[in-house]
C-alpha cells in the first residue's frame, strides 16, 4: 500500500510547482502555450490525484484487493 502511495504523491509532485518536470517537457513541446496555461491546465489532474489519493487512505483494502485474491 506504502508502495502505490508513494507513485500516486510522485505523480502529483511531477505536474505541480516548483518541480513540475512534466509540465516544462510539455512546454518544450509546445512552445506557443504559457506556462500559466499549462499550469492550470493541469489542476484538474491535481485534483483527482489528490481526491484519489484520498479515496485510498479512507479504503485501502481497495488497494489490497487483488494480493489477497492472488493469495487465495
Not at 28 to 38: L, P, Q, T, W
Not at 41 to 67: E, K, T, Y
Request: charged share 10%.
Amino acid at each position: 500500500m506504502f508502495g502505490i502511495l508513494v507513485v500516486r504523491m510522485v505523480e502529483i509532485g511531477l505536474m505541480t510547482p516548483p518541480v513540475g518536470l512534466n509540465v516544462y517537457i510539455l512546454k518544450g513541446v509546445a512552445k506557443d502555450v504559457s506556462m500559466g496555461d499549462i499550469f492550470r491546465g493541469c489542476g484538474w489532474f491535481v485534483a483527482v490525484d489528490i481526491i484519489n489519493v484520498a479515496i485510498l487512505v479512507a479504503f485501502p483494502q481497495n488497494i489490497l484487493l487483488v494480493p489477497h485474491t492472488m493469495m487465495k
